[in-house]
T-cell receptor, first 113, second 111 residues
Framework: EAGVTQFPSHSVIEKGQTVTLRCDPI?????LYWYRRVMGKEIKFLLH????????ESGMPNNRFLAERTGGTYSTLKVQPAELEDSGVYFC???????????FGQGTRLTVV | GENVEQHPSTLSVQEGDSAVIKCTYS??????FPWYKQELGKRPQLIID?????GEKKDQRIAVTLNKTAKHFSLHITETQPEDSAVYFC??????????FGTGTRLQVFP
């Protein structure tokens, strides 16, 4: 079974630019989560999708972040315009409905310069 | 909301010794407590988890204990090996499906 895949693995962009991260969850997983880890800190929750619906977006930092999950399959997280403090590793995770075990992707390391 | 604190931030042990990582949580509604291991350059992977109706769970060299009254849970690794070196994250799952993570513990096992 293929795991959670994220693209790109690394991204370096200038402040003010736009970046779009992609996550492909495990096939059949209704739950999809976005998390972010800033250097040395906790893995912080950003957003939770159930299929194509946003179940909980209480962790999204501000309106520069936009997440979508069209058709309930893959998801994108767009940062526009990027700021220096957006740097970090963005993780995506997925799980089955009714099963709390979350499977993580390898993350996208975003560096805003 | 839920808050999870994790200690220590770094831990160095000699191969064969035991390692203990402790976490506390704030929301008594949390009922699921997983531990994730992240090796360098790899994805976080679930290594063990415990639910609030259980006090202890073991899987070979790793064990997790939960004290609901005190709101803390711990990861115990016995007979540590160099391949146990990684960053370990504890997490708590409150009333929704999201996980609230601790800040991570970098474990180094020296041969």
């Amino acid at each position: 079974e293929a795991g959670v895949t994220q693209f790109p693995s690394h991204s370096v962009i200038e402040k003010g630019q736009t970046v779009t991260l992609r996550c492909d969850p495990i096939s059949g997983h209704d739950n999809l989560y976005w998390y972010r880890r800033v250097m040395g800190k906790e893995i912080k929750f950003l957003l939770h999708f159930v299929k194509e619906s946003k179940q909980d977006e209480s962790g999204m930092p501000n309106n520069r972040f936009l997440a979508e999950r069209t058709g309930g399959t893959y998801s994108t997280l767009k940062v526009q315009p990027a700021e220096l403090e957006d740097s970090g590793v963005y993780f995506c995770a997925s799980s089955n409905r009714g099963n709390t075990e979350a499977f993580f992707g390898q993350g996208t390391r975003l560096t805003v310069v | 909301g839920e808050n999870v604190e994790q200690h220590p931030s770094t831990l160095s042990v000699q191969e064969g010794d035991s390692a203990v990582i402790k976490c506390t949580y704030s929301d008594s509604a949390s009922n699921y407590f997983p531990w994730y291991k992240q090796e360098l350059g790899k994805r976080p992977q679930l290594i063990i988890d415990i639910r609030s109706n259980v006090g202890e769970k073991k899987d070979q060299r790793i064990a997790v204990t939960l004290n609901k009254t005190a709101k803390h849970f711990s990861l115990h690794i016995t007979e540590t090996q160099p391949e146990d070196s990684a960053v370990y994250f504890c997490a708590a799952n409150p009333y929704t499906d999201k996980l609230i993570f601790g800040t991570g513990t970098r474990l180094q096992v020296f041969p």
